[in-house]
C-alpha cells in the first residue's frame, strides 16, 4: 500500500488532479460510487424520517403552548421557515441539548 499525500507542494496541482482523476476511475469501474450513492439516499430516507418525527413533536409543543396562551391570553407569532437558521441555532444551543438530552435518557430508561 502506497503513502499519499493530499498536500499540494510546490504547485503541484496537475499531479494532485490526476490522481483525483484515477481514483474517480477506479471508484466508478469497482461500483464502489454505486454504493456511496445507496448510502447517501438510504440517509437521505432517514433524514425524511428525522425531519417527519421532529414536525410532529414541534406541532405537539406549538398545541401545549397555545393551550397555555389561551389561558393567559398572550400568543407570540413566530415564522421560523422563514428563518430555518434560527430552528437550526435552536438546536445547536446548548441548553435545548441538555434538555434533549435528559428526555432522550429517560425515554431510554422506561422501555
Given at each position: 500500500?502506497?503513502?499519499?499525500?493530499?498536500?499540494?507542494?510546490?504547485?503541484?496541482?496537475?499531479g494532485?488532479v490526476?490522481?483525483?482523476?484515477e481514483?474517480?476511475?477506479?471508484?466508478?469501474?469497482?461500483g464502489?460510487?454505486?454504493?456511496v450513492?445507496?448510502?447517501?439516499?438510504?440517509?437521505a430516507?432517514y433524514?425524511?424520517?428525522?425531519?417527519?418525527?421532529l414536525?410532529?413533536?414541534v406541532?405537539?409543543?406549538?398545541?401545549?403552548?397555545?393551550?397555555?396562551?389561551s389561558?393567559?391570553?398572550?400568543?407570540?407569532?413566530?415564522?421560523?421557515?422563514?428563518?430555518?437558521?434560527l430552528?437550526?441555532?435552536?438546536?445547536k444551543a446548548?441548553?435545548?441539548?441538555?434538555?434533549?438530552a435528559?428526555l432522550?435518557?429517560?425515554?431510554?430508561?422506561?422501555?
Open positions: 500500500m502506497r503513502e499519499e499525500s493530499y498536500l499540494v507542494v510546490g504547485g503541484n496541482q496537475e494532485l490526476l490522481q483525483g482523476k481514483r474517480v476511475r477506479n471508484a466508478l469501474e469497482s464502489s460510487v454505486s454504493l450513492l445507496k448510502q447517501v439516499g438510504d440517509w430516507g433524514i425524511q424520517e428525522a425531519a417527519n418525527a414536525e410532529q413533536v406541532e405537539l409543543a406549538r398545541q401545549n403552548l397555545q393551550k397555555e396562551a389561558s393567559d391570553g398572550s400568543l407570540q407569532q413566530s415564522d421560523l421557515a422563514a428563518d430555518p437558521a430552528f437550526v441555532n435552536l438546536l446548548r441548553e435545548f441539548q441538555q434538555v434533549m435528559v432522550l435518557v429517560q425515554f431510554l430508561k422506561s422501555a
